[in-house]
């Protein structure tokens, strides 16, 4: 009775027609509206799927640029100054090293030539000592910087350093002031060149370390947006979202396929509907499986072809 009374004021709140009667609207069930879509053709999935592949490519956006990802970042002062800091720290690392290089290169190949006369062997002593010393303290100091900071590293490190730096004191000290020892300036135009080397190293050390670091996280970006990109463009069904991209291509292939039905109004599916007629083109290809034959409990055997028709024989188990 409840039934009766619904269906009758449905059909009195129905508009009229020109003829005065009121039109019947029949709504249909969500399954039985489904049921009305028309599925894809294979043709058609393939489209939906090349749509798909060339929408994850769109997406990527273009081939990565080296240049894009060169910015530099914002210092604290005008890039004109860190430039004019650096050009002076060049200027005052070659005064420094100049008077240490020859003191050290002296005695160098006079120490050695004092067991062994051999004037070649004395240049390249001599040449060795100077390495030992001011390259050594550079190298020491930058390393310190980019190696592991564990404890056995800094103690060796910071002691290498120290041998260096002695060496280069030492060296300068000795030929600087040989039987002057209580001259002020001759004992600090001794000590100074060394230690000023040692210092201004650390300056340059540091802002090349810093422009370096800067340029390495630069090209690591680059190169995680290059992997990228190439993953999509060469296989876009690896890509994360493919899922909801082929889903959206098989949505719209619905759409098209189903536009010209005029007893089927694709807009009133809801979100469920289309998940559900999405999953349904998924497994569209996947239907098919090997036939099992009734009777004996045979097995089946290889089709055999008569007349372009395909016969399945079945045998009998243990033939």
């Known amino acids: 009775m409840v039934q009766l009374t619904a269906l009758s004021v449905s059909l009195l709140s129905a508009p009229l027609t020109r003829s005065g009667n009121r039109s019947m609207h029949v709504m249909t069930a969500p399954s039985e509206m489904l049921a009305l879509v028309r599925p894809l053709s294979q043709e058609e ?50 005064a420094a090293f100049t008077p240490s290089a020859i003191r050290l290169y002296h005695i160098g190949s006079t120490t050695f030539g004092s067991a062994i006369s051999h004037l070649p062997s004395m240049e390249v002593v001599g040449i060795a000592t100077i390495l030992l010393a001011e390259t050594g303290q550079i190298v020491f100091s930058l390393a310190l910087a980019v190696l592991p900071s564990t404890r056995a590293v800094k103690i060796l490190l910071y002691g290498s350093m120290g ?45 090349m370390l810093d422009t370096i670091e800067q340029r390495h996280a630069h090209e690591r970006a680059y190169l995680q947006a290059l992997a990228e990109w190439k993953q999509a463009a060469a296989n876009p069904e690896n890509h994360p979202r493919w899922p909801q991209f082929y889903a959206n291509s098989l949505r719209d292939g619905l759409r098209t396929a189903n536009k010209a039905r005029r007893t089927l109004n694709l807009n009133e599916l809801t979100t469920a509907d289309w998940r559900a007629l999405v999953w349904r083109e998924f497994h569209t290809e996947t239907w098919y499986e090997q036939p099992e034959l009734p009777g004996k409990g045979g097995e089946i055997a290889p089709a055999s072809v008569h007349e372009n028709h395909v016969v399945l024989e079945a045998l009998p188990l243990g033939a």
């Not at 970042?73 to 005052?92: D, E, F, G, N, V």
């Not at 600087?176 to 650390?202: H, I, R």
Request: proline share 7%; with cysteine; charged share 15%.
């Open 45 to 94: 999935r393939l489209a939906a799927r090349e749509a798909a592949r060339a929408a994850i490519v769109t997406m990527s956006g273009a081939k990565p640029d080296r240049a894009t990802f060169d910015v530099p970042q914002l210092s604290r002062y005008p890039r004109s100054i860190m430039r004019l800091i650096t050009a002076l720290c060049i200027l005052l690392l070659f």
């Open 163 to 207: 041998i260096a730096t002695a060496i280069a004191l030492i060296g300068n000290i000795q030929v600087a002031l040989p039987g002057d020892w209580n001259n002020p300036f001759g004992w600090l135009e001794a000590v100074a060149p060394p230690l000023l080397v040692l210092t201004t190293a650390y300056v340059l050390k540091s802002q």
